[in-house]
């Protein structure tokens, strides 16, 4: 099988499980130099990536917030970060499988994230079932893939709104849901969701590396064209700002001053 028709296969997988050994095969064998980077067929649209039937996909404003002080109110935040993380398997592999005129070391980097995506996924889920809960027992929103879709035809803009914002996003919040955790004595959660902060400034990072990639390529400025996407695409900017961990990911002091610059004086 030749590398693309193998990304796209992981990419299509249902299973949660079976896509995360397909994602961990992919790698070793991308490693190892056993297939062959050529494409069979150019990269087709893909409304619907490989996903379980389960979480019902409902709009963002349909999801009731609950309280920390239940295991089930835990739980739900443990699901709703489980499918932050089993989209960002499908965001990296589809970033692997859409974009290719891009040096091997991008290949390197966006199969490196889905691995790391697949684990949080597994630690997660883990820690649901430890709550008695399973991925899909609440309902979930589709808003990462649909970021994927309206930024399908074009790495620059992909590189900018799906790592930079969307992804930068967990940058942001995952410090004080840690807090909230710890402050109520759920040691457990706590302890996976700061093995997800950490390795998620490196996936932040490199989507910073590879828009300055694009931009350089295209003779754009990086910081202006950033803050230009974010206007054209109406992203949802708003604090808190981890200003520190963005700053490990990439973002100059200038451009994280612009950025904030956009949030509506209400939000601020």
Same mark, same amino acid.
């Given at each position: 099988?030749?590398?693309?028709?193998?990304?796209?296969?992981?990419?299509?997988?249902?299973?949660?499980?079976?896509?995360?050994?397909?994602?961990?095969?992919?790698?070793?064998?991308?490693?190892?130099?056993?297939?062959?980077?050529?494409?069979?067929?150019?990269?087709?649209?893909?409304?619907?990536?490989?996903?379980?039937?389960?979480?019902?996909?409902?709009?963002?404003?349909?999801?009731?917030?609950?309280?920390?002080?239940?295991?089930?109110?835990?739980?739900?935040?443990?699901?709703?970060?489980?499918?932050?993380?089993?989209?960002?398997?499908?965001?990296?592999?589809?970033?692997?499988?859409?974009?290719?005129?891009?040096?091997?070391?991008?290949?390197? =980097?966006?199969?490196? /994230? $889905? @691995?790391? +995506?697949?684990?949080?996924? #597994?630690?997660? &889920?883990?820690?649901? %079932?430890?709550?008695?809960?399973?991925?899909?027992?609440?309902p979930a929103h589709n808003g990462?893939?649909?970021?994927?879709?309206?930024?399908?035809?074009?790495?620059?803009?992909?590189?900018?709104?799906?790592?930079?914002?969307?992804?930068?996003?967990?940058?942001?919040?995952?410090p004080g849901m840690i807090s909230?955790?710890?402050?109520?004595? =759920?040691?457990?959660? /706590? $302890? @996976?969701? +700061?093995?997800?902060?950490? #390795?998620?400034? &490196?996936?932040?990072? %490199?989507?910073?590396?590879?828009?300055?990639?694009?931009?350089?390529?295209?003779?754009?400025?990086?910081?202006?064209?950033?803050?230009?996407?974010?206007?054209?695409?109406?992203?949802?900017?708003?604090?808190?700002?981890?200003r520190a961990a963005r700053s490990?990911?990439?973002?100059?002091?200038?451009?994280?001053?612009?950025?904030?610059?956009?949030?509506?004086?209400?939000?601020?």
């Open positions: 099988m030749t590398f693309y028709a193998a990304v796209h296969d992981a990419l299509m997988c249902r299973d949660p499980a079976a896509k995360i050994a397909h994602v961990r095969a992919l790698q070793a064998a991308w490693r190892a130099g056993t297939v062959e980077l050529r494409a069979d067929a150019a990269p087709v649209a893909i409304p619907v990536p490989g996903r379980p039937e389960r979480p019902l996909l409902v709009a963002p404003r349909e999801l009731s917030q609950r309280g920390l002080g239940t295991a089930e109110g835990r739980a739900a935040l443990v699901h709703a970060v489980a499918h932050i993380e089993f989209n960002a398997i499908n965001l990296a592999l589809d970033a692997v499988y859409r974009f290719r005129d891009l040096p091997d070391a991008y290949r390197d =980097d966006w199969l490196q /994230v $889905a @691995v790391d +995506e697949a684990k949080h996924f #597994e630690l997660l &889920a883990a820690r649901l %079932a430890q709550l008695g809960f399973a991925y899909g027992d609440f990462l893939w649909d970021a994927a879709c309206r930024t399908a035809d074009d790495c620059l803009t992909r590189m900018a709104l799906v790592p930079r914002v969307l992804e930068a996003r967990g940058l942001d919040v995952t909230r955790l710890r402050e109520i004595g =759920d040691v457990e959660t /706590v $302890a @996976v969701l +700061e093995v997800i902060l950490a #390795e998620e400034v &490196a996936h932040v990072a %490199a989507g910073t590396r590879w828009f300055h990639h694009c931009c350089a390529r295209t003779g754009v400025d990086p910081e202006t064209t950033f803050i230009d996407l974010l206007r054209r695409y109406e992203a949802a900017i708003r604090p808190p700002f981890n490990e990911a990439g973002f100059t002091a200038s451009e994280q001053a612009r950025l904030e610059a956009l949030v509506p004086v209400r939000d601020r």
